[in-house]
């Protein structure tokens, strides 16, 4: 997949992932991986989330792990909820207009 139309798609997934609950990194890589984004490595996720948060799309905060270190925990701002509607808007769009297409429609 062409890595500009990913990196939109992936932002969008991402912060529909947070928005149903708060994860730490590795939590979300594997949670793509479930869903089937298998050729997303975690190590592209992390500069990802860290744009993300730049962009005050979400905002990471650090808790107690009972299994080590604390861990960074995301959640979707409110900037974040307005960009996700955005997307699912667009998306349906573009999905709709491009399977129509490719079935001759």
């Known amino acids: 997949m062409h890595s500009q139309m990913l990196k939109g798609v992936l932002e969008g997934c991402i912060l529909y992932i947070i928005s149903q609950e708060e994860v730490y990194g590795y939590e979300l890589s594997t949670k793509l991986n479930k869903y089937g984004f298998t050729f997303v490595s975690e190590g592209s996720i992390y500069p990802l989330l860290l744009r ?3 962009e005050r799309l979400i ?3 650090l808790k107690v792990s009972s299994l080590g270190p604390k861990r960074k925990y995301y959640h979707v701002t409110d900037k974040g909820i307005e960009q996700l ?13 491009v399977n129509n297409l490719l079935q001759g429609e």
């Open 59 to 61: 905002e990471g905060t």
């Open 52 to 54: 993300m948060q730049k």
């Open 85 to 97: 509607e955005e997307f699912k808007q667009s998306w349906g769009m573009v999905s709709t207009t």
